[in-house]
């Protein structure tokens, strides 16, 4: 059979996948892969919005600032200053689009978009559909994605490895490609393309207890990490500090915008108690918020802490918070009448694949966008919202690079189809669910909120045993979808404890009890963990903090 051959292969549909192939889509012809249907992603269930100078009484220079602060001195100010400089435009692009911010009437009259205020901003900067943001920004791109000629969707694909000319025997080592096991008719195919997109989102499974969707498993930063690919700043995993707590309630989350609007989080007796851990109390960044909630439930051996809004208006509540309010009631939770019981739990991948201004990877030909990548603007820690501007301002970027490159380009070489001559079907999938099991518990206990050599220590050396029975287990069995994203789970896992490792001192998101304060010794640096592939093209040290 003839192998397909696009211009771009692009794997993943969350709102940075959606909008560089829509932005490309005039241009070229795309191939959509998503591991599940289209809109079944990390973008589907942001609820917060999207932040950006929008009011004349706030300015870039403030957006800059406090996401400067809120990153604990490790973003890259010239990447923060392109991100927030095309804030605007890129939610006018989404206006555009026909996404339905929601808006509100103001004291003169007017009719304008209705601006929130989240953790880490000093203004009302944040816009939103309600409390279901990121459900709007993916169902409007959705469906311009599938009337487009030029976009052919791959759902329930999810992809193997990436194809590259060292791979191939190639004096190139350009991206080609990448192998895509097709999940509903379970086998395994080769896309060719003159480019390749990584917008697979983040690694939040990794842990035991997320917001994240069942397909965040880091797939994108494990594939380019085989590839060759640098990464950084992995260490940097933000906890949300609210997700609802209740047996039943999977992955929920409570989102920041109830603090923003005045909710107070409270302890098992009422009393509240984030004042003294910071003096903006619930307007302190996450990682201050997820540590305090920590700090308390430990203390105190309780199994939540409590979120309360009810003080508020119930119209107030219904109107603003729709999505949050129906869903707590289904769990018997009036939140217009008690307060919420939350937890912590893994939320958002800060580091990832290194990238430039223009999405590009290591590897040429191939990108990463969204939070697969690591482009230097959260630095330590993420600034609530701040996450999906990121995805549309890179996506741009990575579209307008791809499009001034495409004519050059030559097409891809022929590459060899999936060999399985050698490998049987598994008879003992037990061992895929038990590891899969074992790995997020030990992330959980050991790489979690709070950290310390010693447990770093012990999930390594758990990693390390799991990567070598995942890999006899990979090279003697046939690929399951279960199978390849414990494959990507183990690696990620291990390349953020790595980083964890290496950072010795506490920063934004990377809190540790063997070094509590911030290393002044010196400038702060990235953490960047270079694979042995690099490092031999380019004469780089690897593993080792830049």
């Not at 001195?73 to 996404?99: K, M, P, S, Y």
């Not at 409007?140 to 791959?154: D, K, M």
């Not at 107070?264 to 009393?271: A, F, I, N």
Request: hydrophobic share 40%.
């Amino acid at each position: 059979m003839e192998q397909p051959y696009f211009d771009v292969v692009l794997i993943g549909g969350g709102a940075a996948g959606l909008s560089l192939a829509l932005r490309l889509a005039p241009h070229a012809r795309i191939a959509l892969v998503t591991k599940g249907p289209l809109p079944e992603g990390a973008t589907l269930y942001a609820q917060g919005g999207i932040s950006a100078v929008w009011d004349q009484n706030d300015s870039i220079a403030s957006h800059i600032a406090d996401t400067l602060n809120t990153g604990a001195g490790l973003c890259d100010e010239a990447v923060v200053r392109f991100t927030v400089e095309r804030g605007h435009d890129a939610i006018q692009w989404l206006i555009d689009q026909g996404v339905p911010f929601t808006r509100e009437t103001r004291p003169d009259g007017t009719l304008d978009y209705h601006l929130t205020r989240e953790g880490g901003h000093s203004h009302r900067r944040v816009l939103h559909v309600a409390d279901a943001t990121g459900r709007a920004i993916e169902m409007t791109l959705e469906q311009q994605a599938r009337r487009h000629p030029n976009i052919e969707l791959y759902e329930h694909h999810i992809a193997i490895d990436l194809i590259f000319g060292k791979k191939l025997g190639l004096a190139d080592n350009r991206c080609h490609g990448a192998y895509l096991f097709d999940r509903t008719h379970n086998h395994v195919k080769a896309l060719r393309a003159k480019f390749v997109v990584l917008a697979t989102g983040g690694a939040g499974k990794v842990y035991l207890y997320s917001s994240n969707p069942d397909i965040s498993t880091g797939d994108g930063i494990a594939m380019a990490w085989r590839a060759g690919c640098r990464v950084a700043n992995l260490e940097f995993i933000q906890f949300h500090p609210t997700c609802l707590y209740h047996p039943q309630a999977k992955s929920f989350l409570i989102t920041e915008a109830i603090r923003g609007e005045g909710g107070r989080l409270l302890l098992p007796d009422g009393t509240s108690f984030l004042e003294k851990f910071d003096p903006r109390a619930e307007l302190a960044p996450r990682d201050i918020v997820a540590r305090a909630i920590d700090y308390e439930m430990k203390r105190l051996g309780a199994e939540c802490v409590y979120l309360d809004i009810s003080h508020k208006p119930a119209d107030f509540i219904k109107s603003h918070f729709p999505a949050i309010y129906a869903r707590c009631l289904e769990f018997g939770f009036d939140i217009t009448k008690e307060p919420i019981p939350v937890v912590p739990a893994a939320h958002y991948t800060c580091g990832g694949v290194m990238t430039d201004l223009h999405g590009r990877t290591d590897l040429e030909g191939l990108y990463a966008v969204g939070e697969t990548a690591h482009t230097g603007l959260h630095g330590a820690n993420r600034m609530a919202s701040n996450s999906l501007l990121e995805c549309l301002v890179f996506g741009q970027a990575a579209a307008d690079d791809i499009h001034a490159k495409l004519a050059a380009t030559p097409p891809p070489p022929p590459v060899p189809e999936w060999d399985e001559s050698r490998v049987t079907d598994s008879d003992e999938e037990v061992v895929v669910a038990h590891n899969w099991d074992e790995l997020r518990r030990f992330m959980w206990d050991y790489v979690g909120i709070v950290r310390t050599d010693k447990r770093l220590q012990r999930a390594k050396h758990r990693a390390d045993l799991l990567l070598q029975e995942i890999a006899e287990y990979y090279g003697n069995f046939r690929v399951t979808n279960d199978l390849i994203e414990l494959r990507n789970l183990a690696l990620v896992a291990e390349l953020i404890i790595r980083c964890a490792t290496l950072r010795k001192e506490s920063r934004g998101l990377h809190y540790t009890l063997d070094y509590p304060e911030l290393d002044t010794s010196q400038p702060p640096r990235y953490t960047i963990l270079t694979p042995p592939s690099f490092a031999e093209r380019s004469g780089s040290a690897a593993g080792s903090p830049n």
